[in-house]
Every structure is written in structure tokens, then in C-alpha cells.
């Protein structure tokens, strides 16, 4: 068995293909096709015939130019140079200036296991069975009681960085009025191969059981704390996170390279305590959850720009000065660590085995 002999460096390791990212979400792929980056992967997503979604290598071979400017014929992608197409298995199946005694040239490029789930396009960048592990999914994407708002991370820094902001609950002390919670203290670690879980003792005052109490969101002063658990989990890439009943924050991670991260942050607010909205009627209750989309996209705009200046100075301290060290206090963040290379390390490892 081959092994990595070297020890990566958290602040610019790789990360493990094997696992189902998040490169865009469903909405943003529409007729034209789009291009997208995941660790230094240019990959084109373009919708067939049927409008269902395809990934492919964004590069045409015949003179290498990316595809992603090009359009949809049917079910191929055409190459806005000379008109090539490609059909979804990356094959070369049309060229519109070929001769009779001609064959269509042999060359393929790099087909992607693609799927959309619970509003987001999902990739398996790797070489592995992409069927041996399953995506992480939104559970309350669909639910007619979770109101959803996504807002988008454009972070200018390693991903290392934006895990550890969203495990470290002890950062609150940054966003101030914005949070929702305050004084956590770590309670509980676990860890797995594929997942750190950390439980915190916090305070909250989000309790949203009454038609007004959504306006504690936005006057700190009607705010009342009360005890409530702080779950966050680094479910490798991505990360999950609850406050009590009624709050759910999810960060869905695209990294694109050592010093960019795209991710999307997804909030849902919880209809649960409203037991009379039940039994309305299933038509009503998917129009109160559509009206209400978004409604939180602000507050996460908001906690984005304050996590993000961080995250740029810290990655530019490391860039300045890399070894110099940090002091951490948070047993989390080892752990956090941890599985960022393992996770690295496992995925090269069984590269140089194959
Ligand atoms: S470069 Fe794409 S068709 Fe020529
Ligand atoms: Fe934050």
C-alpha cells in the first residue's frame, strides 16, 4: 500500500474528490450553459431536452477553448468556435464542417456524476464509485414548515478557514445584535472518519411560537434568553448546524482553489410551534413558504460580511507568514483539522494505489 509521505498543510491542502459538492445552485442553470470551478476543476453544466442537468470537463479539445461560452442543441453542448458538439458522455458527436470521407474525430473529455437535490446541483469530482456515498442533502428544503433562505459566500481564503469560522461558536462575539445565540461553551466532541459533531451549551432568544416573535430578528430589545443546545457538525465537506427546535443553518462548500471558496449559506426558519397552519390546506401552505423565501437572506448577507473580513486577514497573515502559529483554546478546531487531512490524505492515498 502506497502512503503520502509528506504531511499537508492545513492551510493549503487539496480535498478529498470522493465526496458530492455543491457547485451551483438549480436555479442559476437555466438554457445557457455555466461555467463553474471546484478545486481547479473548469466544469461546464449545461441542461439537456429534458432539462435534466449534465456536468462536463469546460474545454473543447479541438483547439482547447472553454465550452461554457458556447449553447444547447438538443441535447449537446456546441463549441461557440467552429461548432463542434459534444454530446452528455463527452463524446464528439457532430462536427458541422465535416468532410464525407471524414470520421468524427475520437476525442472525448471528462464526463461528471451530476445530480440536483433539494434546490442545489450536486458533483462528485472524483474517480471513486460516486454511488458509495450519498450527498448530505436538505431535509427541510421541501418540508412545507421550513421557510428557506440561501445566500451566497464568495470567500477569498482556504476552506479551512470557513469550517473552523462555522465550528467555532465562540466567534458570536463578532456579529454582536446579528446572532442568535450567545455564551457557548463546548460541551461534547465527536468524531468519526467522515464527521466532527460538537455539541455547545448556548443561550437563545430565538423562539419563533408566536407570529411576533420573527421581530426579535430585528430588535435586539424584545429578545429573552433562554438555555438552548448548539450543534454544529462538520459533515465532510459541508456543515450543518441547530439552535433548539426552530433554527437550522447549513454551509454548502464548493472550493475552488488554495485561496478561494465559493459556498452557500441556508438558513430555515422553523413553522413547527404554529400547529393551526397544519391543517391548512397543502396548496396554502406552499404559498406562505415561497412568499416567505428569502426572508432571512439579509441577516445572512450581513453575518457573511463580518465572517469573510476575517477570514481575508487571516489567510493573508498566512500568506505573509506561514509558520507562524496560531493559538487555539478551541478543542473543536483540532478536530476540524483532523479531518481536513485525513480526508485529503485518504483520497491520495488511494490514488497512488489505483
Ligand atoms: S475550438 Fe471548439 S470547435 Fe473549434
Ligand atoms: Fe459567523
Not at 20 to 31: F, I, L, Q, T
Not at 163 to 170: G, Q, R, T
Not at 316 to 328: H, M, S, V
Request: hydrophobic fraction near 35%.
Amino acid at each position: 500500500m502506497g502512503q503520502l509521505e509528506y504531511k499537508p498543510n492545513v492551510r493549503t491542502c487539496g480535498i478529498n474528490l470522493n465526496h458530492w459538492y455543491v457547485v451551483a445552485r438549480s436555479v442559476e442553470v437555466k438554457d445557457q450553459p455555466v461555467s463553474v470551478t471546484l478545486w481547479h476543476n473548469e466544469i461546464v453544466l449545461f441542461r439537456d431536452s429534458q432539462g435534466n442537468i449534465n456536468a462536463l470537463e469546460d474545454r473543447c479539445p479541438h483547439r482547447q477553448v472553454k465550452l461554457s461560452p458556447g449553447k444547447v442543441v438538443d441535447d449537446n453542448i456546441e463549441c461557440a468556435y467552429h461548432g463542434w458538439q459534444f454530446d452528455k458522455e463527452g463524446n464528439c458527436s457532430f462536427v458541422p464542417y465535416l468532410d464525407e470521407r471524414q470520421k468524427l474525430p475520437r476525442c472525448k473529455i471528462k464526463r461528471y456524476p451530476v445530480q440536483e437535490l433539494d434546490g442545489f446541483i450536486w458533483l462528485f469530482p472524483g474517480d471513486g464509485d460516486s454511488e458509495a456515498v450519498s450527498p448530505m442533502g436538505l431535509p427541510e428544503w421541501e418540508h412545507l414548515n421550513y421557510i428557506a433562505s440561501v445566500a451566497e459566500v464568495d470567500c477569498p481564503g482556504h476552506y479551512s478557514y470557513l469550517i473552523e469560522n462555522l465550528m467555532d461558536m465562540h466567534h458570536g462575539h463578532l456579529h454582536d445584535n446579528y446572532q442568535a445565540w450567545a455564551s457557548a461553551t463546548l460541551n461534547k466532541i465527536d468524531m468519526s472518519d467522515t464527521r466532527v459533531d460538537v455539541l455547545y451549551d448556548a443561550q437563545s432568544y430565538y423562539r419563533i411560537d408566536k407570529i411576533w416573535s420573527i421581530s426579535q430578528l430585528f430588535f435586539p430589545s424584545l429578545r429573552k434568553l433562554h438555555p438552548e443546545p448548539l450543534r454544529v457538525s462538520y459533515v465532510y465537506p459541508h456543515w450543518s448546524s441547530s439552535l433548539g427546535q426552530d433554527f437550522r443553518i447549513y454551509c454548502l462548500f464548493c472550493p475552488v482553489n488554495e485561496t478561494t471558496t465559493k459556498a452557500y449559506l441556508i438558513h430555515f426558519t422553523s413553522l413547527e410551534s404554529f400547529w393551526r397552519l397544519h391543517k391548512l390546506p397543502v396548496w396554502f401552505r406552499r404559498f406562505i413558504k415561497d412568499s416567505l423565501f428569502n426572508a432571512a437572506k439579509g441577516l445572512l448577507e450581513g453575518l457573511i460580511v463580518q465572517d469573510v473580513e476575517m477570514i481575508i486577514q487571516e489567510q493573508k497573515a498566512f500568506n505573509e507568514n506561514p509558520l507562524r502559529r496560531n493559538y487555539e483554546l478551541n478543542r473543536a478546531i483540532a478536530k476540524v483539522q483532523q479531518l481536513i487531512i485525513s480526508q485529503f490524505t485518504q483520497s491520495m492515498e488511494q490514488k497512488i494505489n489505483n
